[in-house]
T-cell receptor
């Protein structure tokens, strides 16, 4: 069975400060990992994904994420937060070796204050 | 929200009624998915389809039904057997099926409320 944990329901940062949204996962095989963002009453938008290779993945809107196999983590980061980054963020995992379904975390609400 | 449309945006259902949520995509994607989103919870998979005329149950299929008669369409019916259907429903699609590293594209969602 695969699972995703987003340990923080809410993250608050000041505009201009770096932000981190945490994600840990569990799969029996090797993972594909994804980050999505959701604005109120909208669908999810893809931000970035880890497939293989370089552990640091760069994505849309200046976001990046670091894959850490030993810690089974895939934390989302941004060097300088914007107020417009305020949204709900979801981490998702898919086990590539078992052709499994995607499992989503419960989401983390990011609030960036001016 | 890419090339996926969902209708209606808001839907109200009376007890005992079946309702159908529409999902259409013009991305030429093979795979389509239905998710349910409740406050404070992640997305839960209801049904998915990797090819026309074929679909599989997800984690919470009870009380729901789907069809995939056309590649671009994947309607979801919420039946009266679904005891707690009030939720936000999201449709998604991807280029290839489940064994893939391709991301999913999501529609704008339908908010269903039971009166």
């Amino acid at each position: 069975a695969q699972s995703v944990a987003q340990p923080e329901d809410q993250v608050n940062v000041a505009e201009g400060n770096p932000l981190t949204v945490k994600c840990t996962y569990s799969v029996s095989g090797n993972p594909y990992l994804f980050w999505y963002v959701q604005y109120p009453n909208r669908g999810l938008q893809f931000l970035l994904k880890y497939i293989t290779g370089d552990n640091l993945v760069k994505g849309s809107y200046g976001f990046e994420a670091e894959f850490n196999k030993s810690q089974t983590s895939f934390h989302l980061k941004k060097p300088s937060a914007l107020v417009s980054d305020s949204a709900l963020y979801f981490c998702a995992v898919r086990d590539r070796t078992n052709a499994g379904k995607s499992t989503f975390g419960d989401g983390t609400t990011l609030t960036v204050k001016p | 929200d890419g090339g996926i449309t969902q209708s209606p945006k808001y839907l109200f259902r009376k007890e005992g009624q079946n309702v159908t949520l529409s999902c259409e995509q013009n991305l030429n994607h093979d795979a389509m998915y239905w998710y349910r989103q409740d406050p404070g919870q992640g997305l839960r998979l209801i049904y998915y389809s990797q090819i026309v005329n074929d679909f599989q149950k997800g984690d919470i299929a009870e009380g729901y039904s789907v069809s995939r008669e056309k590649k671009e369409s994947f309607p979801l019916t919420v039946t009266s057997a679904q005891k707690n259907p009030t939720a936000f429903y999201l449709c998604a699609s991807s280029i290839v099926g489940l064994a893939s590293y391709n991301e999913q594209f999501f529609g704008p969602g339908t908010r269903l409320t039971v009166l």
